[in-house]
């Protein structure tokens, strides 16, 4: 099951790389959400191997997840897997420069399931997924104005 989203971000490439990579702030956004985060190596590089494991409260659960950062190319995008039980994850965010300015994130998110119950799972989601897609839809596009507002207000410095 997969989920996507573009989004246009009044922000350089550079700039949304950056904080999109700037895992102690993701870290600390996770925590104010009631997820737990802990590094694999707290001295662990800033690109391809960097990992955490996180307990995500799920369906009235704390689900363990394992997530490792498989692709860094800056300021182009990344990718990060991640498993959890019987479920690979995958999420990808891809920028393109369309001015100096402007930047096109696309950002999308792929569950696929290993196990029986995980498929069972997955199957149970995909009768919400158009509400899901919504949210997740949402919570990027606030993402992005939030980094879009963050540069406004760091280039007027």
Not at 33 to 49: A, H
Not at 70 to 93: C, F, H, Q, W
Not at 105 to 127: E, W
């Amino acid at each position: 099951m997969k989920f996507s989203t573009r989004q246009d971000i009044e922000a350089p490439a550079e700039f949304v790389f950056e904080r999109l990579v700037d895992f102690e702030g993701l870290e600390r956004q996770a925590m104010r959400r009631g997820i737990n985060v802990n590094r694999k190596s707290p001295s662990q590089p800033r690109g391809v191997g960097a990992g955490w494991t996180l307990k995500v409260p799920f369906r009235g659960k704390l689900r363990d997840l394992v997530a490792e950062i498989r692709e860094y190319d800056a300021p182009n995008g990344l990718m990060v897997d991640a498993k959890s039980g019987g479920l690979d994850m995958i999420l990808t965010a891809d920028l393109l420069a369309l001015s100096p300015q402007r930047t096109r994130m696309t950002l999308g998110y792929d569950v696929r399931p290993n196990t029986l119950s995980a498929r069972i799972l997955v199957q149970s989601v995909k009768f919400a997924k158009g509400t899901l897609q919504k949210r997740f839809e949402t919570r990027v596009s606030k993402f992005c104005d939030h980094l879009a507002d963050e540069y406004l207000s760091a280039s007027k410095r």
